[in-house]
C-alpha cells in the first residue's frame, strides 16, 4: 500500500469495464496474476501492441488487454488549444473504403468476365473489412488490432475484440498454396469461424 500523499499524486488515464479485466505480471498468457476489479481507475504506463502496462493508486502494476480500457476524459484545452482526440475516426474510416472499393473492383471485373471465379477468390484473399452506418453511429473494423470500433462522427472507441492481447496473427497463403493438399489444410483452418467476439462496454455520453 501507498501512504495518503502517494494516492493524492496518482492521476489514473482509463477505468476498468464493468465486468473487470484478467491481468498478467508480464505480457505473456502463461503468467496470469490478480484480475482486476470494475471500474477500477488505473493509469497506463505503455503498449505493446494489444497489451497494456498498467498502474494502480497502490502502486502494483499488471499488464492487461489495452484495447478494453477506457479512457478517462481529460479537461477541456486551455489557452486556445485545439481539442485532441486520442482515436481520430477519419484513417479508419478512409481504410475501410479503400478495402470496400478493392472489393467492389474485383465484383465489376468478375461481372464483365474479366476474370473467373477463382482468380476473383485470390484476388480478395486476406481482405477483412467491416463498417455499419446508423444515423450519426458508425462501426468499424479495425483489421490491424483486431477489434470493432464505434464512432459518434468524432472519436471512436473499442466495441469489441477479436481474440485476446498477444494472439498471433493469421498466417495467409500464398496464392498458389491452395492448391496443394498441405495448402488445403492451411486454406481450412484460415477459413474456421474465430474466437468468440468479446464486447466491451462503452462510457455513457457524460464521459466522451
Keep these: 500500500m501507498t501512504s495518503p500523499g502517494q494516492a493524492a499524486d496518482f492521476r489514473p488515464t482509463h477505468i476498468v469495464p464493468q465486468d473487470g479485466l ?34 494502480c493508486a ?10 478494453l480500457l ?26 475501410c ?28 484473399r486476406g481482405l477483412r473489412a467491416g463498417i455499419v452506418v446508423d444515423g450519426e453511429s458508425v462501426w468499424l473494423y479495425d483489421e490491424s488490432a483486431g477489434r470493432w470500433m464505434y464512432g459518434d462522427g468524432t472519436r471512436l472507441a473499442t466495441y469489441a475484440v477479436v481474440a485476446g492481447p498477444g494472439a498471433p496473427p493469421a498466417r495467409e497463403a500464398p496464392p498458389h498454396e491452395a492448391d496443394t493438399e ?3 489444410d492451411v486454406q481450412a483452418v484460415k477459413d474456421a469461424p474465430h474466437e468468440p467476439t468479446r464486447i466491451v462496454d462503452l462510457p455513457g455520453p457524460e464521459a466522451g
Design 182 to 184: 498441405e495448402g488445403a
Design 58 to 67: 497502490n502502486g502494483w502494476s499488471a499488464w492487461v488487454d489495452g484495447r
Design 97 to 124: 473504403a479503400e478495402e470496400l472499393e478493392r472489393y467492389r473492383q474485383a465484383v465489376a471485373e468478375l461481372a464483365a468476365n474479366r476474370i473467373d471465379a477463382e482468380s476473383f477468390r485470390r484476388s480478395l
Design 22 to 55: 484478467p491481468a498478467w505480471e508480464t505480457p505473456d498468457l502463461s503468467r496470469p496474476t490478480v484480475a482486476l476489479d470494475a471500474f477500477l481507475p488505473v493509469r497506463l504506463l505503455s503498449r505493446r501492441g494489444e497489451w497494456g502496462e498498467i498502474l
Design 70 to 95: 477506457l479512457a478517462v476524459p481529460q479537461p477541456p484545452p486551455t489557452g486556445g488549444r485545439p481539442l485532441t482526440r486520442t482515436e481520430d475516426p477519419q484513417p479508419l474510416l478512409a481504410r
